[in-house]
T-cell receptor, first 112, second 114 residues
Framework: NAGVMQNPRHLVRRRGQEARLRCSPMKGHSHVYWYRQLPEEGLKFMVYLQKENIIDESGMPKERFSAEFPKEGPSILRIQQVVRGDSAAYFC??????????FGPGTRLTVL | AQTVTQSQPEMSVQEAETVTLSCTYDTSENNYYLFWYKQPPSRQMILVIRQEAYKQQNATENRFSVNFQKAAKSFSLKISDSQLGDTAMYFCAFMRNQGGKLIFGQGTELSVKP
């Protein structure tokens, strides 16, 4: 049973560009979560999605950030007009129902 | 709002010895989950152990066990027979019984020395 997949593993963007991060949950998992880890810090919750629905986006910055989990395909975290402060590791996790969350390997975003 | 506190930023232990990492949390909920995750140098987040608050019995997973004190809101992790591969950042996390977001502590960086 494949784990949570994230791609790309590393992403470099210049200021003002868009970043798209993808997450495929574990097989059978319909709940997806995105977290951000700034350097030398713990993980901070961003958004919780089920298929085609955003359940909780209380941790998502109000501007430039959006997330989706379509009926078909991976969940996407989109960051528009990136700034240097967006440089971080972005982790996706998935769960079956409201249960233990399993994490992907993360995407390391570097904004030049 | 729930909070999770790990008061030990760094710890070290000799190989084969036992170490305990501390975690306290604050919540008004009665039913919830608590977790320990480890993050080795590869940065992958790996589940170590999970505890349901309604269970009085402390969870164990091989060399890893917890001391769950619900009244004190304390959830410590004991690692027995420490191995070099246990070197990692360890995060304590809280989740409401209804699911949703994990709330993480600041982490404890554990070094296992040969």
């Amino acid at each position: 049973n494949a784990g949570v997949m994230q791609n790309p593993r590393h992403l470099v963007r210049r200021r003002g560009q868009e970043a798209r991060l993808r997450c495929s949950p574990m097989k059978g998992h319909s709940h997806v979560y995105w977290y951000r880890q700034l350097p030398e810090e713990g993980l901070k919750f961003m958004v919780y999605l089920q298929k085609e629905n955003i359940i909780d986006e209380s941790g998502m910055p109000k501007e430039r950030f959006s997330a989706e989990f379509p009926k078909e395909g991976p969940s996407i975290l989109r960051i528009q007009q990136v700034v240097r402060g967006d440089s971080a590791a972005y982790f996706c996790a998935s769960s079956q129902l409201t249960d233990t969350q399993y994490f992907g390997p993360g995407t390391r975003l570097t904004v030049l | 709002a729930q909070t999770v506190t790990q008061s030990q930023p760094e710890m070290s232990v000799q190989e084969a010895e036992t170490v305990t990492l501390s975690c306290t949390y604050d919540t008004s909920e009665n039913n919830y989950y608590l977790f320990w995750y480890k993050q080795p140098p590869s940065r992958q987040m790996i589940l170590v152990i999970r505890q349901e608050a309604y269970k009085q019995q402390n969870a164990t997973e091989n060399r890893f066990s917890v001391n769950f004190q619900k009244a004190a809101k304390s959830f410590s992790l004991k690692i027995s027979d420490s191995q070099l591969g246990d070197t990692a950042m360890y995060f304590c996390a809280f989740m409401r019984n209804q699911g949703g977001k994990l709330i993480f502590g600041q982490g404890t960086e554990l070094s296992v020395k040969p």
